[in-house]
Every structure is written in C-alpha cells, then in structure tokens.
C-alpha cells in the first residue's frame, strides 16, 4: 500500500505522446487514493489523479527514466505531495528524451485501473502500469477541474514540509519534491537506489498504518542499509513495532538507533531519546503492571500509551463455560491482575458501527498480528465461529466479515463506563481482548474499572491456586434475578453462581412478590414486607432485592441525623451482600485487605455511603469532638482499604474522588 511520498515506476508500454482516451471521462470509475493501492492488484474500478509540480529530471543511474514530482489525491484532494520516476515519454514507435518532450508545469494525468508490481526487468523496482496507452489520460485537457484553483501558477493547497512555517504553494512541494529525489541520489549504486525504494515503501506503508509491511520493507534495508538510509529506517521499523505494541522489538531497533555514529546521525536522533524512554515505560508495565495514579487523573475520552500487563493468571478449559483464567498461583485481596488497552474503542454510542468499521481496518492493514487476535474471541454463534478467516491463508488475506464482527463485539465488549460490559450503553465500548477471557459472576472474586480505553482488574478475595477468576459483567444489585438472567442470555450463558443459585431455588410465587413490592416504589413499608418474603422463604444470605431499598432508608434517616438508626440500616444493607461492616471496620483500622467472605458480593455504592458517615461524623454536634474524630477516621480507614483492594486506588486517590471530607483527616 501506498500514500504521500511514495516513488514509484510507471511502466514505458503505457505511455503515447498524445493518450487515445483524453476525451472519454471514466464515468464508471470512481476516484482512489493512494493509499488504496494494493501490491500485485489491479485497482479495479478506481482511478487515479496526479499533477505535476515540478519539470521531469533525468535520473542516473537509470539512463532511460526521468523524474517528475506530482501531487496526488490522499484523504482529500488538497493533500499530498508525491515524487513519481517515469520513462522518457514514448511514442508508438520512438523514444524521445524528456526535453524533447516535457510536460508542462500543473499537467493533470489520469490513470484508469492502475497496477503496482515489482518491476521484472529491474529488480527491486516497482512499476505502476495500465493495460493500454489509452488508461493514461492528460486530464488538464479537460473541463472539469480537479482543483477548486486548477492553474499551474496558483498556489496548490497541501501539508507542509515538516519544520517550515509556510502552508501550501507550488515552491515549497516543488522542494519538498527535490529533496526526496536527491535522497535517492546520494546512492553510488543501483544497489543503493533499490534499499532507497524499499525505505520510500516502509515510509509509505507506515503513514498508512499498515505496520507488518511497514517492518517487512524497513528489514529488507537493515540486511544491507547504506548508512545515510540507516536512521529513517531504524526509526520507522521502531515504530511499527511500537505501534504493534511489540515494546522489546521496538527498543531493540531505537537502542541500535542510539548507538549509530555521530556521522550518522539525523533528526530522527533528536526524538530516539523519547522514544528509547516511552519504550522502557511500557515494557516495565508489562512486568509490573501500572500504578493507577497514572491512569486516574487522564482526560475523558483519551487514547492512553499503556502496555498491558497479565498477572499470575492463564488461559484455561472450565468445565461447562468453555474458556476462562484461572490463578497460576494464590493471589492476595488488592492484587493488580490485569491491565488491557482496548484492541479497538470508540468514545461515542453508535451501536458499535465504528468500532466494527476500525477493526475491520486493523484486520486488513495487520493481518498476521490482528486476524487470529480477533478471531479467536466467540461470537457466541456456532456457525459464525466456524467460519472462514483468510480467503488465502497461504498469502495471509483477511476476511472482514461484518456480521462474525459483530456478533464478537456483543459477546465481548466493554462499555467504556463502569459496571457494565455492554457495549450499547452511553458513553461508548471497547473489545479488550485479553480480558474478554474473562468469566461472569454475580458473586465475583474480583473487580475492573476502566480508565479512558484502559481496562484494570484487581483481585478482591483470596484467590486460591487453580480457581477460576471471575468479574461481574454488571452489577449484581441492578436488578431482580429474572432481569439478570434475561442479561446474561444476551451472551449466551446460563449463570451459576451462589447467588443465582439461591433465586432459583425460590418458589416462583415468592420472587414474583418480592418482584411486585419493588415496583411499587420506595418506603419504609415496603422495606419491611420485602424482609418478610425472604422471612417466608428461610433465606439469610445474598438477600440483594432488600440491599438498595435498605440504602435508601439509610439515606433518608442519616439526614434526618438519626445516627444509630442509620448505622442499623447500613449495618443491614452490607449484611445483605455477606458483608460484615464491624468486620470491614477492624480490617481498616489494621490495614487489613481480607474483608470479603468468599460468598460476598461488593458493591460501589458503598463507597458513597462510608464516605457520607465520615462527613456527618465531622460536622455531628452531638458527639463529642474527640469520639467524632475516632469514628470518622475508623470509617475513612474503611473506606481506604475497599478503595485500595477493588480499584488500586492510593489515599491521594481518595482524598481527590471524595474532596467533601475535610482534608484534615488524610494528615
């Protein structure tokens, strides 16, 4: 693939002196850029437009071509400047030197179905050829212009020369154009002229963000670089393989960059510090993981530059669920066990259509890294998952199949905000493939937060060696037991926690009234019939459809300042979720991350209601200042500790997420 900057060959068979087909537009064929040219494939149904910038010069040491820098159609027709090697203009029977026949200043060609190859009577050339003379048009001839300006004399809109000031105009492309041909000319041989046309391939290939290729042409130049060539090329090949998320690769190649003789040396070195510096943070994330104040504080919607990072956890068979992670080894409460940039994220709900639209593009601009990557997540669809994922295996030739696509991103994907992982849910979804592996339950043993396009997940019980790790992909307070099995029949599972075995022991007649109270709304009646369904029933445990009900009532009683009354309801509440809040007060006054029972369900609000009975305990007129004081410090111990072990977050972390509490107490 190709874009601006590009140099490349047009074949001698193609050109005529005066092109039979001036006068026919190609109304069937639609407009290409650059970049849509394949390697090897004829540009069906497409054409493409240029317009030289500058005369043609004779190039040595290829005594039969000539030079001609051209602007060509990128993104848009106002982009691009581009160094084309052409033959000397031939007649049907006669060649005739460039001066003989020159072409003008602004001429607009046209090329119909264009086909870039490797030249077979040069090797390590490249050639873009047509099938007759009469697929090259002198487009200037015509009426229509290409550009809203189409005189030679006006200024061309483009991108500047990187360093300059000015913007645009014919001069300055003209010498941008210049420099690339007397890049190439350095060369003392055609030797050199052919690692010069493999760098100017990398160049292009990586403004396309097609890496593998990117890597694949930069190698071709490192087995044998002249040394003017080596620092672009080191450059452009660290990267790729940066941009792969390759990090020990891409030092390798900045490392070697660093260590190239001051004679050597070129702009590129001025940014290999940065670079060798980003390379070294992101390989000690991937060994250690990442601090979350690094993550907390990044701009809303920001596509971080952070590694990932997997910690004692493996791929493993579970038995009736298919793939999961288990521990490798026994994981402490508060333990950082993944880190996962997403593969793909959009920031904005449009039902997943450009998030499909990205992959699809990943897919087919890196397809040894990405194809199997992507392909290996379920779409939960037997017959999608079987499907095909190269049309050419041999020669690595993805298949973007749309509707497989989809199917992977309901099955996998992350909303971009907490407590769900659908991705139809405002605020926009991300497929992070590494923590798609990742199992549901609603009584987790561990939690993710998600920070931009970065997904973190922490352990928050003991995890004992062999045992699955699971999350919850919602929360299990949002709603009754037949709400959450409708959900997770969404991605094809049946849950069999603790919890949801215990709702569906129930008698039917039983949820269906506790179902019916929920309904009707909120008051201190209904709370106590909803406590007398699950009287009738026998059930203590995991009594979650009275936790939120009970929350309510302790908001409204803790307002009322009816301190006792209101440390009963929390009391209540947490007892719901098999949480002891006596217990979860002593861990936090020993700094203790033990404080969930193996069948203990956490829940975020939580953090809300701990943090509110610290701010009533410092501004409570009632009790003496030095029992105020001890009480809200125990309560804000408690809550350091659950924000420590579920999301990693420091005490800075919590004195800025919570800045209602006077600042005196984190002293």
Known sequence: MLTNGSIVEVDPHVWSTKPRSESEPPSVLAEARFSQLALNAKAHNLYLVVRTVAPPVVVT?????????????????????????????????????????????????????????????????????????????????????????????????????????????????????????????????????????????????????????????????????????????????????????????????????SALPAAAKTEQHHENGNELERCRERLSEARKGIPIHKLHPSQPDTYLDVADFTGPIHVAKISGKGRGLVASTDILPGTQIMVNKAFRASFRNDNHRLLITEIGHAITSNPTTYTDMVYDLTANDVEKDGRRRFSDPAKKDPIVDVDRLRGIIAANAFALTQDSRSGSVSGGSGLFVAAAYFNHACVPNAMWMVYCDVLVVHAIKLIEKGQEVTIPYFSPSSGTWEERTKRLAGYGFTCDCVLCQLDRTEPEDVWRERKGLLEEGHSAEMVRRLEETFAASGRTKLRLSLYKPLLREFDSVLKRGLLPEALELLRKAMDCLGISLQVLLECGERDDAMFLEKDAVWCSELNIRLADLVCFYCSCQGLPEDIRMVEARRFLAALEVVQRVVYGNSRSIVRREFDKIPGSLFC
């Open 61 to 257: 040491p290829v005594p039969t071509m000539a030079t001609v820098a051209v602007h060509t159609v990128v993104d848009h027709p106002t982009n691009g400047t581009v160094v084309l090697v052409l033959p000397y203009f031939l007649g049907q029977r006669t060649m005739c030197h460039p001066e003989e026949q020159p072409l003008q200043l602004g001429t607009v060609l046209l090329l119909k179905e264009p086909m870039l190859q490797v030249s077979s009577s040069t090797p390590g050339t490249f050639i873009l050829r047509c099938d007759s003379p009469s697929d090259v048009v002198v487009r200037s001839l015509w009426s229509s212009p290409l550009w809203p300006a189409p005189h030679a004399s006006d200024p061309i809109p483009g991108v500047a020369v990187e360093g300059s000031q000015e913007r645009g105009g014919l001069t300055q492309q003209w010498k941008a154009a210049m420099t690339t041909v007397d890049d190439f000319r350095q060369g003392d041989s055609t030797e050199d002229y052919e690692m010069f046309l493999y760098s100017k391939l990398a160049e292009e290939n990586y403004c396309a963000g097609h890496f593998e290729k990117t890597i694949e042409f930069a190698e071709m130049v490192l087995n044998n670089p002249p040394l003017w060539l080596l620092p672009q090329v080191l450059h452009l090949a660290g990267r790729a393989h940066y941009e792969l998320r390759h990090y020990v690769q891409a030092h390798a190649r900045f490392e070697r960059l």
